[in-house]
């Protein structure tokens, strides 16, 4: 009980949550940088919005926070941040105009929580953790995750920002009102889930993923990144992984397991998401009209990144060093 209320105060201080952005930052490379070395803490991103999530994750460990005050709070940054269309406040809504949430983490003993279809809550990771740390659960979908939620303190929020609204609104104009956006020429878009892991100096590993999922999407529907074992998957004896892009295609092929067990099986952090890629493109038919990124970190600190398409970026902290770089990819366009 009071591990629990401390919690709670802890999420509920989330809007104080002040972070220097940009301290840290180094321009994109083109090449992607598969760690070797041994030196921990290492912390891992997708998308650009990963460089100041990974700093807020270093300061919480360098503040003697836990691996999964780390992810957690890293990820609050996205998510509090209203001019990021794709993750928490401000997110881009369904098709009727709801901003619908899913969030997951897990931590280093094994346990995992999660909420989806969650709407009205500035930072769902913390209602995820809520789920883990003080229920027998690991998922709350849709007015039970809200109630939980308000119930354990949260406040309720509206997450619909003006600019979220004229980008749904025209899209809802330019695809007369079709579901499905068109990929084929944005490829990227609707992509920019942050999925952040990390790795203490004890080499004890946590994750987070927290997203508004895909835009303009149809009324309730769910993707990857609550889903544990797709869009998130941590295993302290071997290593972690975490998805972006098309929920479906990684829900089909339970991407971030995936990628832990080939790890498991002694492939290397880049060689199992590429592994993982190359499942997705031969088993999904359709799936050149979408973009996927895994990223993935092992037990010794070493991390991969791999997309179908070029295009997706991640922000890697190593070595004391913070940058963001291109993932290679299957397809070369
Ligand atoms: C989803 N994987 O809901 C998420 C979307 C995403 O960056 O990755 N956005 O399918």
């Given at each position: 009980m009071i591990n629990r209320r401390k919690f709670i105060t802890k999420a509920l201080s989330a809007g104080a949550l002040t972070i220097t952005p940009g301290i840290l930052r180094s321009a994109?490379?083109?090449?992607?940088?598969?760690?070797?070395?041994?030196?921990?803490?290492?912390?891992?991103s997708t998308w650009n919005h990963g460089l100041e999530a990974n700093e807020a994750a270093i300061k919480v460990l360098n503040n003697g926070g836990s691996i999964v005050d780390a992810v957690e709070q890293g990820v609050w940054v996205p998510e509090e941040d209203p001019g990021n269309m794709s993750v928490g406040l401000g997110g881009f809504p369904d098709r009727e105009g709801h901003v619908t949430l899913d969030a997951s983490i897990m931590g280093p003993d094994g346990n995992a929580g999660s909420v989806c279809f969650l709407e009205n809550i500035v930072h769902p990771i913390s209602v995820a953790r809520l789920v883990m740390d003080s229920t027998p659960h690991v998922m709350l979908s849709g007015e039970g995750a809200l109630q939980f939620a308000l119930e354990n303190g949260f406040k309720k929020e509206n997450l619909l920002t003006p600019e979220a609204e004229e980008a749904w609104k025209n899209a809802l104009h330019k695809t007369g009102y079709d579901p499905k956006p068109n990929w084929e020429n944005e490829p990227n878009k609707f992509h920019d889930t942050i999925g952040l892991l990390g790795i203490d100096t004890n080499g004890d590993m946590a994750g987070a993923c927290t997203t508004s999922g895909l835009g303009f999407k149809i009324r309730g529907r769910v993707g990857d990144s609550p889903i544990i074992g797709a869009g998130l998957f941590v295993d302290n004896e071997i290593g972690c992984a975490t998805a972006t892009g098309m929920g479906e295609l990684v829900m089909k092929t339970v991407g971030s397991f995936l990628v832990v067990e080939l790890m498991r099986n002694g492939r290397t952090p880049q060689e199992a998401v590429e592994e993982a890629i190359l499942r997705i493109v031969k088993k999904v038919p359709d799936h050149k009209k979408y973009q996927i990124g895994f990223i993935a970190l092992n037990k010794k600190g070493e991390t991969g990144a791999y997309c179908l398409k070029p295009g997706f970026n991640y922000a890697l902290y190593k070595d004391g060093e913070n940058k963001l770089f291109d993932s290679n990819s299957y397809y070369k366009k």
């Open positions: 994109s490379r083109s090449f992607p940088f598969i760690g070797t070395s041994n030196d921990l803490p290492v912390i891992i």
